[in-house]
């Protein structure tokens, strides 16, 4: 990559970067510009790996890890404290640990992480929730082993992002990828069933154990809708199982 000194940038820098995967090899020279002053603007080095240039498709994104945001936020003083990971939050404000969702056998449906942030000297509450085939469309690798801590970086990273906006513009984590990947995406919209795992999703439904967590595993994936069917049956289980508890406290 042939560009002169870009930013304090040395060309000889610049191809070293290059060589380790920290921007992609035969980048802009524009880029790489841009790329520099988001590096000494959030005070992050490109050389240490705390910050990398990833192109997804035709467009360039500034990639940091979880743990550089949260770096970033604590400098600002304003960081007061992060809720530990809920995991399938239901709108009656019920729901399940990593632990409890484990148990069942299953990937979670969605992580809520919230971060305080002190705000004109009120600690202010920022709460994001990440759904997991949002980000996760076709899991594989750690998305699949790992999927709980896979998540709560994204749920972290948005919350984050909401509490410290003119701190963390413009940077994504690595986990954030599918949101970036047009073919992913493009996919998915048009074969929604795409890359579901019927069995899995039959062993989600049959663990919903009431109309809300149906609902929520529902919205959670747009191909689930070619798979109606299992969701409109698990719904009149749950009915017949409400009535017949509700008749059991009657007599």
């Known amino acids: 990559m042939q560009v002169a000194s870009i930013a304090g940038i040395t060309p000889a820098q610049i191809e070293t970067l290059a060589q380790a995967g920290v921007i992609p090899s035969g980048t802009p020279a524009a880029q790489v510009e841009v790329f520099a002053e988001a ?10 790996k705390e910050i990398y240039l990833v192109k997804y498709g035709t467009t360039f994104h500034t ?4 743990d550089g945001l949260q770096q970033k936020a604590a400098r600002t003083g304003r960081l007061a404290g992060v809720d530990a990971e809920q995991y399938d939050l239901k709108s009656d404000g019920s729901y399940l640990t990593a632990a409890e969702v484990k148990a069942q056998g299953r990937r979670p449906v969605s992580c809520t992480v919230t971060i305080y942030a002190i705000i004109g000297g009120i600690r202010c509450p920022f ?18 082993s790992m ?3 896979m998540i709560s970086k994204c749920a972290r990273a948005k919350a ?19 949101a970036f990947e047009d073919r992913t995406i ?15 999703l039959k062993s989600d439904i049959e663990l919903c154990s009431n109309k809300n967590s149906l609902a929520l595993l529902y919205r959670s994936n747009k191909g689930y809708k070619d798979y109606a069917e299992l969701f409109t049956a698990r719904a009149s289980e749950i009915e017949a199982i409400e009535v017949a508890e509700k008749e059991g406290e009657d007599e």
């Open 63 to 66: 990639i940091v890890g979880i």
């Open 160 to 178: 984050l992002k909401m509490a410290f906006s003119d701190e963390l513009s413009g940077l994504h984590i690595e986990e954030e990828a599918a």
């Open 147 to 149: 999927p709980f801590n």
């Open 39 to 48: 590096c000494r603007q959030h005070g992050l080095s490109p050389f240490r």
């Open 127 to 144: 709460t994001a929730t990440a759904l997991f085939d949002e980000f996760y469309p076709n899991p594989t690798n750690k998305a699949a």
């Open 186 to 200: 493009a996919a998915v919209e048009l074969n929604p069933a795409k890359g579901i795992d019927l069995e899995q």
